[in-house]
């Protein structure tokens, strides 16, 4: 074998530190600075070894990498959603992955469908991987499993939910207050009689809208119809279901709040399925793709998802980086957004 010739190997094995080094004419101590990016190296052999890496097609184990330095850092972060599906989990799952690209580190994703027991076992798949930290939307409403890797050293943030019974960072919406900004927005078109639609109030988020939108028609003197409530689940098949069976109610509903952003695709799918798109106000609570281009577009209260993902991810990497401060929960605020659903005035009219 020439030094110009890769080495032969079995063709399911992955090339080696030693076989890069043959191929290079160099130790294997040579290789192992090069790869680990040591300066000193001179500049004609490192060009010489990354040669003959890529020709091998050689990637270093990161794994080994991070045990050889003692620090036991593996550049990993684990990063639990509900639904990767979901275009709210997809946008704060591609902001965390922004951040932690800046420091080179992977992010190794999972879904959660609002199941605590599947919760723990993908944290705890997770942990056993080594990932250097976690960030959590939680489908439980106990955390407490995660005292002891707490005290061990994990690190973990929780956003959108706060975790239960265990003290830890957590960003989340301000949940209640967007709701009763939607509310509020639906009275001043004159509606009194405003549907709720939403996921199942056992989730915390879920059970924050629900409080902001009692509480809104509360300050407006309205008690709050139990018969034009529904909780739903998260699926657009019993949205739709839901949306249908308000609107045949003898006394229907003048306009509806839905307060998911899966909740508000079934709910216009109904609308529209019975003419009503141009006559029922509507609101939701998280914006969604397509929302701007229907006709009426969907008003929305939006959330910040950039902020929630890059306010969780910086406060990771900060107790990565040694921040020692007690656990604290960041509110991020939510904004309106007007786009012609919200502005139905109650009669059918369209306000300006």
Known sequence: MTQDEPPSRSPRSRPTMR?????????IKTVSRVVNGVPTVDPAIAAR????????????NLTASSLRRGDGRTATIGMLVEDAANPFSAALTRTVENVARERSVVVLVGSLDEDPARERELTRALIDRRVDGLVIVPAGRDQSYLISEQSSGTCMVFVDREAGLLDADAVVSDNRRGAVTAVNHLL???????AYVGDRASIPTAAQRFDGYRHALELAHIGCDDGIVR???SSEASAIAATEQLLSL????????????????GAVRALRALGLQDTVAHVGFDDFPLADILSPGISVIAQDVEQLGRTAAEMLFSRLDGDASPARTVTVPTRLIQRGSGEIAAGGSRRD
Do not use: C, M, W
């Not at 076989?19 to 130790?27: K, P, R, S, T």
């Not at 003898?250 to 695709?265: C, D, G, H, R």
């Open 19 to 27: 076989e890069v080094a043959a191929l290079a004419g160099v130790a």
């Open 188 to 194: 001043a078109a004159g509606h009194r009689r405003i």
């Open 231 to 233: 909780h739903t689940g």
């Open 49 to 60: 070894v990354r040669a003959a890496a890529d020709k091998l097609g050689y990637r270093p």
């Open 250 to 265: 003898p006394n229907p509903p003048t306009a509806l709040f839905t307060s998911q952003n899966f909740v508000t695709i």
